[in-house]
């Protein structure tokens, strides 16, 4: 057996930011996330004007409940959609005008369901160049609140940051939701604004979000359930075992899911109160939904040919506009590999196969490589055509995976 120490969330610490820029004195944030992402939101709080001090087991937030301090700032969001998206939203609750953009990857991503409901709720929001991405600027006196729509069918990060945005208003939001993906990360963000002194009121689709703000406190993130999916799924390739600590039963995020897929798939699964371990067994094929679960889906294509019958991934459209589209480029690696793939609108299917060792084409998606990094487990000489792009999440992926490897073969 071997013990995986993974990396803070990048969902949680991102929220935790957020929630501690907008909270009432001085947030602790431990063991959060250092990678690009979450630099590069702590980078654009401090360039909002938000007191952010890092040290390196903690960061602590000054908050200013009034809003952004910096009127006229410059917001460059690196790669990152939590950044994109939830910083926006956050500058609306201040006086001021604040001007964003985003890296050629993060331009190309959708903020039109977020940006159309900001707009509804009476901010001023302006797309530079082409509507409902970025660059843009946000004009805003505040915002009163009341009651708006939104579609969160391709992302439910627009739901967070209107959910984030709610305890700031004067009156507080009635959001009506017409679609929801990737749930748990709003059951996530619902958690985590209740350490923080907001309670959300729920009812079917409507989320009932009181005015008042937040109130600042000591807050632990938890690790990163996406990054331990690889070394999950690196257990089940290998009949390896394999324990992820401070990952259990009380675990916020969704996508620990990702080992009952396994356990669907074959594996044995032990989930308990503050950890979790998977082990190995043969791979079986078959048909599972990751909708809810859909950022480990890059994961579970990388290693399926490995399966002893087809396995069919099914409901993960969103994939397609994540980084780059997943879901093809999950495809058309598998496919230079020599293994039979065959696609829909919103479902992969993948045959077993013997995948030979390529380049993969990364499209600068740190899931990419990680994904397929747990398959060259068992395609030695498996190359990356950049092996960097893991930076956004898990800089240190590359050390810790291959010392993972070691140990595996000593």
Known sequence: MSLVEIPGSKSVTARALFLAAAADGVTTLSRPLVSDDTEGFAEGLRTLGYDVLREPAAWRITGRPQGPGA????VFCRDGATTARFLPALVAAGR??????ASAQMRRRP???????????????????????HPLSVRTGGVEGGEVVLDAGLSSQYLTALLLLGPLTRTGLRIRVT????APYVEITLAMMRSFGVEVRRTGDVFEVPAGGYTATAYPVEPDASTASYFFAAAALTGRTVTVPGL???ALQGD????????????EVQIGADATTVTGRELRGGTVHMRDISDTMPTLAAIAPFAAAPIRIEDVYNTRVKECDRLEACAQNLRRQGVDVATGRDW????????????????GDHRIVMSFAVAGLRT???????????????????QAFAAWARQHEG
């Open 380 to 398: 030695p000489g498996t190359t990356f055509d950049d092996p960097g792009c893991v930076r956004k999440t898990f800089p240190g992926f590359h």
């Open 348 to 363: 992969i299917e993948i045959r077993p196969g013997t995948p030979k060792a390529v380049e993969i084409e990364t499209h």
């Open 96 to 101: 001021g005008t604040f001007h964003f953009d």
């Open 179 to 182: 679609d929801l993906v990737s």
């Open 256 to 267: 620990l899911r990702f080992v009952e897929v396994l356990e669907r798939l074959g594996a």
């Open 248 to 250: 259990g039963r009380g």
């Open 111 to 133: 903020l039109a369901p977020l940006t159309g409901a900001l707009r509804d709720l009476g901010v001023e929001v302006t797309h530079h160049e082409r509507e409902g991405h």
């Open 71 to 74: 009127d006229g700032a410059e």
